[in-house]
């Protein structure tokens, strides 16, 4: 299966709350994961990724989470501020494709 | 270095006509990919090139199309447009194939009447 779900679709935080988005996949020959984030009127841009062998990655106040055993993965946006207000994708690479999730837009609320 | 650029920004076509869209990447890369984003479907995969070669497809029909030249600028063609060919279509450059690490452009967005 070359899917990968992402949820939720829309997400409210409060300014300082966390916000969690979770993607999940079927195809265990996928071996790279990223996630991008995408401003309205801008291309998405590469935000942190993660290799299958390790289970968390962090950088500054977002970290990901990865679950091999469960095939899912998740970002998490700590201390969140309005200006992370966009759109999240995850992304799975294998196959020699890299296939997205279908997006996650965030608000972050003062 | 400049970004990936993408022309035209903003295009209206109308049923059955042709689409030509220009992408030129950032410099010393030679991987170029094209997306197709519209909303609740997020971005699909539409082929990606590398050395003036296609090294991958998507699942779209024949009428998308595309090419590389030898400058690494890439272009892709949508031919006999539906009115569900209107999105957002990104191109992406990264430095060698099969790779995630992906540097967009802005897109253009195409409208079909």
């Known amino acids: 299966q070359q899917q990968v779900k992402q949820s939720p679709q829309s997400l409210i935080v409060q300014k300082g709350g966390i916000s969690i988005i979770n993607c999940a996949y079927e195809n265990t020959a996928f071996d790279y994961f990223p996630w991008y984030q995408q401003f309205p009127g801008k291309g998405p841009a590469l935000l942190i990724a993660i290799r299958p062998d390790v289970s968390e990655k962090k950088e500054g106040r977002f970290t990901i989470s990865f679950n091999k055993s469960a095939k899912q993965f998740s970002l998490h946006i700590m201390d969140s501020q309005p200006g992370d207000s966009a759109t999240y994708f995850c992304?799975?690479?294998?196959?020699?494709?890299?296939?997205f999730g279908t997006g996650t837009r965030l608000q972050v609320f003062p | 270095k400049a970004g990936v650029t993408q022309t035209p920004r903003y295009l209206i076509k109308t049923r059955g006509q042709q689409v030509t869209l220009s992408c030129s990447p950032i410099s010393g890369h030679r991987s170029v990919s094209w997306y197709q984003q519209t909303p609740g479907q997020g971005l699909q995969f539409l082929f990606e090139?590398?050395?003036?070669?296609?090294?991958n497809k998507g699942n779209f029909p024949g009428r998308f199309s595309g090419r590389q030249f030898s400058n690494s600028r890439s272009e892709m063609n949508v031919s006999t447009l539906e009115l569900g060919d209107s999105a957002l279509y990104l191109c992406?450059?990264?430095?060698?194939?099969?790779?995630?690490?992906?540097?967009f452009g802005e897109g253009s967005r195409l409208t079909v009447l």
């Open positions: 992406a450059s990264s430095p060698r194939q099969n790779t995630g690490e992906l540097f």
């Open positions: 090139y590398f050395s003036e070669t296609q090294r």
């Open positions: 992304a799975a690479l294998g196959n020699n494709k890299l296939i």
